[in-house]
């Protein structure tokens, strides 16, 4: 099992940027797939971006495509969330979590990840 803690969600208006962290315990981080998901207040939990194992190749839903980027440093046990240009629909709690997937295309799918972290919230003011 691997622990995950996410760090770097806060307030920022309409337009402006947040950077979200998550890192990891164990020695087994690179090898998993890495998933952000979110869930806004209300809602189910929803997909926004997937990382390799490698960090070549990435995943991202259709709603943040264009501002957000995925990343990963395997040195550092951490994947990253760079989102530019956020909206107010972007407000929500967001989770990263881990995949042992492998041989399949990354995957937007809730079930497809095993362990989560708590999740850090994310506002956007209009």
């Known amino acids: 099992q691997v622990q995950l803690v996410e760090s770097g969600g806060g307030l920022v208006q309409a337009g402006g940027s947040l950077r979200l962290s998550c890192a990891a315990s164990g020695r087994t981080f690179y090898s998993l797939r890495l998933g952000w998901f979110r869930q806004p207040s209300g809602n189910e939990r929803e997909f926004v971006a997937a990382?390799?194992?490698?960090?070549?190749?990435?995943y991202y839903a259709d709603s943040v495509k264009g501002r957000f980027t995925i990343s990963r440093d395997n040195t550092k046990n951490t994947v990253f969330l760079q989102m530019n240009s956020l909206k107010p629909e972007d407000t929500a709690v967001y989770y990263c979590?881990?995949?042992?997937?492998?041989?399949?295309?990354?995957?937007?799918?809730?079930?497809?990840?095993?362990?989560w972290g708590q999740g850090t919230q994310v506002t956007v003011s209009s």
């Open positions: 990382i390799s194992r490698g960090g070549g190749n990435t």
């Open positions: 979590a881990t995949s042992s997937q492998s041989g399949v295309p990354l995957s937007p799918e809730v079930i497809a990840y095993d362990d």
